[in-house]
């Protein structure tokens, strides 16, 4: 049972990529999915997350740049990122609990989630 981020990369300013949060051993079916990051020099902060319902959330950074989305067949929560900044060079973690009210209840970066995978770096740079 693990949960697993993917999809990082080196990117140049202005492109994009696409992160895959993929579940093994459970499904997402019923969880809300949060996406966090951490950059160099700086505090974990939550930065997306969907709810088991399919409500989403976006902190003002990545708000019109990021999407969060759902892929039940493939058990799978992806965050596409576009018009990446340097700002955005971070190493990304995905979390899943299983919650039925709003996914923010779990943006907290102290909040203790029921899985949590390792993370992916992303590196914005020219």
């Known amino acids: 049972v693990q949960l697993q981020a993917s999809g990082g990369g080196l990117v140049q300013p202005g492109g994009s990529l696409r992160l895959s949060c993929a579940a093994s051993g459970f499904t997402l079916d019923y969880y809300a999915v949060a996406w966090f990051r951490q950059g160099p020099g700086k505090e974990r902060e939550g930065i997306s997350c969907?709810?088991?319902?399919?409500?989403?959330w976006y902190t003002d950074s990545v708000k019109g740049r990021f999407t969060i989305s759902t892929d039940n067949t493939r058990n799978t929560v992806y965050l596409q990122m576009n018009r990446l900044n340097d700002d955005d060079t971070a190493v990304y973690y995905c979390?899943?609990?299983?919650?039925?009210?709003?996914?923010?209840?779990?943006?907290?970066?102290?909040?203790?989630?029921?899985?949590y995978g390792k993370g992916t770096q992303v590196t914005v740079s020219s």
């Open positions: 979390a899943a609990d299983l919650i039925p009210g709003p996914c923010t209840t779990v943006m907290g970066v102290r909040y203790y989630h029921d899985y």
């Open positions: 969907i709810s088991s319902r399919g409500a989403t």
